[in-house]
């Protein structure tokens, strides 16, 4: 719309612009918020998903899921383990 509204009408133009200027945040702010919805329900299937009272609760508000991962390593420097990796913003849980 921008494109075609006429530079020489400045009133129309500059209201146009306004309006796509306004667009576009609203539409940035609706995928940054779509984006935290997502990790949100990531951290809550990862939670659900471990079933250990040791593990603290994982869902708190400013906790964000970062990567996982199947580990192994050498036990006690014979017995290879094979667990699973979370990593948070601020918390890194290795589970069966």
């Known amino acids: 719309i921008l494109s075609h509204t006429a530079r020489s009408d400045m009133s129309d133009h500059r209201d146009v612009a306004r309006a796509l200027q306004t667009l576009r945040a609203v539409t940035r702010h609706a995928n940054e918020r779509a984006l935290q919805r997502k990790n949100i329900d990531r951290v809550l299937a990862i939670q659900d998903s471990i079933c250990d009272d040791t593990i603290p609760t994982l869902a708190v508000p400013h906790r964000r899921y970062v990567y996982d991962a199947n580990v192994t390593w050498?036990?006690?420097?014979?017995?290879?383990?094979?667990?699973?990796?979370?990593?948070f913003n601020d918390l890194m849980i290795c589970v069966r």
């Open 74 to 87: 050498l036990a006690g420097g014979k017995e290879l383990k094979e667990r699973r990796l979370f990593l």
